[in-house]
């Protein structure tokens, strides 16, 4: 079971809707969305729910197979991205990695990523 499976649902929900709205370009395809919800949980019905909610509280929108993020900042690198040194498996692409990168958000911590996932997750790459 990964970390991400232990954490509850509602949590779960928060902090991929708090990355989503922190994205760092206003459009995206909706694939692109979807790999960074997966950062937060795989599970395919969660990831509609996530969406859904998401269009429900104003976030984002879907159209043609876009996303609009309608509110929202961005994370600073400075400020919002911590690195540790420790033994981590990447969360998006599942390296092993000596320094792990985790996002600072406002529902909590997400990570550890590489120090280039942590940019694709981000939308700099």
Same mark, same amino acid.
């Given at each position: 079971?990964?970390?991400? !499976?232990?954490?509850?649902?509602?949590?779960? /929900?928060?902090?991929?809707?708090?990355?989503?709205?922190?994205?760092?370009?206003?459009?995206?395809?909706?694939?692109?969305?979807? !790999?960074?919800?997966?950062? /937060?949980?795989? !599970?395919?019905?969660?990831?509609?729910?996530?969406?859904?909610?998401?269009?429900?509280?104003?976030?984002?929108?879907?159209? %043609?197979?876009?996303?609009? /993020?309608?509110?929202?900042?961005?994370?600073?690198?400075?400020?919002?991205?911590?690195?540790?040194?420790? %033994?981590? %498996?990447?969360?998006?692409?599942?390296?092993?990695?000596?320094?792990?990168?985790?996002?600072?958000?406002?529902?909590?911590?997400?990570?550890?990523?590489?120090?280039?996932?942590?940019?694709?997750?981000?939308?700099?790459?």
């Amino acid at each position: 079971m990964t970390e991400s !499976d232990r954490t509850p649902r509602k949590e779960r /929900v928060e902090l991929a809707l708090d990355l989503l709205a922190n994205l760092e370009h206003e459009q995206l395809p909706l694939p692109a969305a979807v !790999d960074r919800i997966e950062t /937060v949980t795989t !599970d395919p019905a969660l990831v509609r729910r996530i969406l859904d909610e998401a269009e429900l509280r104003g976030i984002l929108e879907r159209e %043609d197979g876009r996303i609009r /993020v309608r509110r929202g900042g961005y994370v600073s690198f400075e400020r919002d991205v911590v690195s540790r040194e420790g %033994d981590f %498996d990447c969360r998006r692409c599942g390296a092993s990695l000596s320094t792990g990168h985790f996002v600072r958000l406002d529902a909590g911590e997400l990570g550890p990523f590489g120090s280039s996932c942590v940019r694709k997750v981000l939308g700099r790459e």
